[in-house]
């Protein structure tokens, strides 16, 4: 199952993507449409979808790990979609601008650093490092078609394309054996940062990797089901239809087990929260102008131009 995240005039909203041709189904609004044909009172139907569907994953996953409710009302509007009874008033266009962070905002964001080879002509010889990341800021993120704004203190701005897994469950302590069963799914994560200022600052990447829209989450969530093997993913990204970066999740030091395993001994990471879990070789600087192009086998793609952030000083 995959779960989108729409702006509307309504706020931003969870919806079903690829059920209709053109349309984000939104899930609120079709839960209370199914509820109304089951006898259900139009106006408590509305009411009960909001009080059983949170209103973003973070709540839902919260709510359930398992994502059941969501699920059900899922495989019903597959069904009603196929038989041509999904009315429009519950779905969305799909707009590709308005698509919003998938995750929502989650606690804590994580993201791994040097868990792939550096180069890929001689893969084995820096030897395996030992774990390392660092938190990202939740401020940062950005839908899969924003802009990336490009800081102005900064000339030296590099994205890096990374599976990103997302939390479903709370999680302390866990190890390699059952960390899996604390995900819920995955998402492309393109994990944007300003490596000259990452070095003033004495190579803490709090700054560097933190600056507005240098997080770009999407285009949807996919549950983990949807992945029979997070480790077997191709990531390319592209700058104006350059490849630069063309690898496998099969080639990191440390796979999701271990990594969680590794985090979690120190972190507790609840329901929705994102783990970044590193980028294959390829990385380099982008500028003002730049078009960017990404996409992870069955998680969908990714597509940014590369603006000049607003001056210091000046009113956002």
């Known amino acids: 199952m995959k779960l989108a995240v729409r702006r509307t005039y309504l706020g931003d909203r969870l919806c079903f993507p690829e059920i209709a041709d053109d349309r984000l189904v939104d899930v609120q609004a079709v839960y209370a449409h199914q509820l109304t044909r089951g006898g259900a009172d139009r106006e408590d139907a509305i009411e009960r979808a909001r009080r059983e569907i949170g209103p973003d994953l973070p709540a839902l996953l919260r709510a359930d790990p398992d994502l059941t409710l969501v699920r059900k009302v899922h495989e019903q509007a597959m069904a009603a979609t ?6 429009a008033g519950r779905a969305w266009p799909t707009e590709p601008a308005e698509l919003a962070v998938p995750t929502g905002w989650p606690r804590t964001v994580w993201g791994m650093i040097g868990n792939y080879p550096r180069t890929r002509s001689d893969p084995d010889a820096h030897g395996i490092p030992d774990p390392s990341g660092s938190l990202k800021s939740v401020g940062s993120l950005a839908g899969p078609y924003d802009d990336v704004r490009y800081p102005a203190i900064s000339r030296q701005v590099s994205p890096e394309l990374e599976l ?3 939390i479903g469950r709370t999680a ?3 190890t390699e054996d059952n960390a899996m069963d604390a995900v819920a799914g995955y998402v492309a994560f393109l994990d944007v940062g300003a490596r000259d200022v ?8 709090g700054r560097a990797k933190g600056f507005d829209t240098f997080g770009i989450v999407g285009p949807w969530f996919v549950t983990a089901d949807e992945i029979p093997d997070p480790h077997a993913l191709r990531i390319r990204l592209r700058v104006n239809g350059e490849l630069r970066q063309d690898g496998s999740t099969a080639e990191m030091f440390h796979p999701i087990p271990a990594q969680l395993a590794w985090l979690t001994s120190a972190l507790t990471l609840v329901p929705g929260d994102l783990l970044a879990t590193g980028t294959p070789p390829g990385v380099a600087p982008i500028h003002p102008g730049d078009q960017l192009s990404g996409d992870i ?3 969908g793609s990714l597509a940014n131009t590369v603006v000049a952030a607003d001056p210091i000083g000046a009113q956002p």
């Open 82 to 87: 196929d038989l041509g009874d999904l009315p």
């Open 297 to 299: 086998e069955g998680l």
């Open 172 to 174: 302390r302590g866990l």
């Open 164 to 166: 990103g897994v997302v």
């Open 198 to 205: 990452g070095e003033a600052d004495n190579r803490r990447l």
